[in-house]
Nanobody, 126 residues
Framework: QVQLVESGGGLVQAGGSLRLSCAASGRPLSGYAMGWFRQAPGKEREFVAAITWNGRSTYYADSVKGRFTIARDNAKNTADLQMNSLKPEDTAVYYC???????????????????WGQGTQVTVSS
């Protein structure tokens, strides 16, 4: 079992930045691919970014490409999401997730992730 806890959410003005962190306990994160998803009120959960277990490959939703960066530190058992140039439409609850075995073409599918955090709220004001 892996327990995931997100932190770093908050209120920021449009154009600002936030850094979300996902801390893991229970097992080393090095055995898991990691992903970030988000869910806005009244909308379905959507993929944001993912990173392979070794950090060699990253994937992004088109809506955040060039603005968000996912990274991991297996020594610290963390996976972070740096969010720059934030827009009001980025407002959502952000979740980190871990996958034991993530096929290369399925990183955007929430069903492929085995463990989830409780989420952290990000609010971007205009």
């Amino acid at each position: 079992q892996v327990q995931l806890v997100e932190s770093g959410g908050g209120l920021v003005q449009a154009g600002g930045s936030l850094r979300l962190s996902c801390a893991a306990s229970g097992r080393p994160l090095s055995g898991y691919a990691m992903g970030w998803f988000r869910q806005a009120p009244g909308k379905e959960r959507e993929f944001v970014a993912a990173i392979t277990w070794n950090g060699r490959s990253t994937y992004y939703a088109d809506s955040v490409k060039g603005r968000f960066t996912i990274a991991r530190d297996n020594a610290k058992n963390t996976a972070d999401l740096q969010m720059n140039s934030l827009k009001p439409e980025d407002t959502a609850v952000y979740y980190c997730a871990a996958s034991v075995s993530l096929p290369a073409n399925f990183y955007a599918y929430s069903g492929e992730y085995d463990y989830w955090g409780q989420g952290t709220q990000v609010t971007v004001s205009s």
